[in-house]
């Protein structure tokens, strides 16, 4: 092939890596140790088998091999008249947790509350992260007075419906599964949140209402 051909080609080919660059790849943004801990209290928030939270929890020790370990755990769940005690830690985090290696085994202060870690992966966990994202999603849905009426009084009357079922008996709101899930929001129905989002998802009363662990 000749000079000038080379020299041809070669522009053409300079011309060809200016015209179409490559589209690189963004690298995923790290999950902050805040957001987990919104994404946690959210969780929290719907799930009917957590009587109350509070934050921080009360100060606990625990005896981890030979040593006596003080710890003040993110936060303390009753659950069922039993106290749980949680921290959410980044993956970065929890390679430098004091408590890591104990907590894989099982691990339980001296006062009895069990404790266990919390990170992306558990609290992000499918389906329940995306059915919990569906059901807040649905926060700011205006519910009148007669559907909220008629949608209490009905799971009163009955006790535990379809969600297909509750939501026929929303007259002036658009979206009558909305309304249910707004309502859940509230914290006035309980939905089974590690299941998805079907027709035949099951919702009842919320008797207990969850308790604000900041008391805004």
Same mark, same amino acid.
């Given at each position: 092939?000749?000079?000038?051909?080379?020299?041809?080609?070669?522009d053409r080919?300079?011309e060809?890596?200016?015209?179409?660059?490559?589209?690189?790849?963004r690298?995923?943004?790290?999950l902050?140790?805040?957001t987990?801990?919104?994404?946690f209290?959210?969780?929290?928030?719907?799930?009917p088998?957590?009587?109350?939270l509070?934050?921080?929890?009360?100060?606990?020790?625990?005896?981890?091999?030979?040593?006596t370990?003080e710890?003040?755990?993110?936060f303390?769940?009753?659950?069922?008249?039993?106290?749980?005690?949680?921290?959410?830690?980044t993956?970065?985090?929890?390679?430098?947790?004091?408590?890591r290696?104990? +907590?894989?085994? %099982? /691990?339980? =202060?001296? @006062?009895g509350?069990h404790f266990?870690?919390?990170t992306?992966?558990?609290? &992000?966990?499918?389906p329940?992260?995306?059915?919990?994202r569906?059901?807040?999603?649905?926060?700011r849905?205006?519910?009148?007075?007669?559907d909220?009426?008629r949608?209490l009084?009905?799971?009163d009357?009955?006790?535990t419906?379809?969600?297909?079922?509750?939501?026929?008996?929303?007259?002036?709101?658009?979206?009558?599964?909305?309304?249910v899930?707004?309502? +859940?929001c509230? %914290? /006035?129905? =309980?939905? @089974?949140?590690?299941?998805p989002i079907?027709?035949?998802?099951?919702?009842? &009363?919320?008797?207990?209402?969850?308790?604000d662990?900041?008391?805004?």
């Amino acid at each position: 092939m000749s000079a000038p051909a080379i020299l041809d080609l070669s522009d053409r080919r300079s011309e060809r890596r200016q015209g179409t660059p490559r589209l690189k790849k963004r690298p995923a943004t790290p999950l902050t140790r805040n957001t987990l801990i919104a994404d946690f209290l959210t969780i929290c928030e719907l799930d009917p088998e957590i009587e109350s939270l509070r934050a921080p929890a009360d100060p606990a020790e625990f005896q981890v091999e030979d040593r006596t370990i003080e710890h003040i755990a993110d936060f303390e769940i009753v659950r069922d008249g039993q106290s749980f005690l949680v921290d959410v830690l980044t993956d970065e985090d929890l390679l430098t947790h004091p408590l890591r290696t104990a +907590a894989i085994h %099982g /691990l339980a =202060a001296e @006062d009895g509350r069990h404790f266990s870690i919390e990170t992306a992966a558990s609290i &992000r966990a499918e389906p329940r992260f995306t059915t919990v994202r569906l059901i807040t999603a649905c926060r700011r849905t205006p519910v009148t007075a007669g559907d909220r009426v008629r949608i209490l009084h009905q799971l009163d009357e009955v006790g535990t419906m379809r969600l297909v079922d509750c939501a026929g008996a929303v007259m002036n709101t658009q979206d009558g599964v909305a309304a249910v899930l707004a309502l +859940a929001c509230e %914290g /006035l129905i =309980a939905v @089974d949140i590690s299941r998805p989002i079907l027709p035949e998802t099951q919702v009842r &009363r919320r008797r207990l209402p969850y308790t604000d662990p900041f008391a805004f």
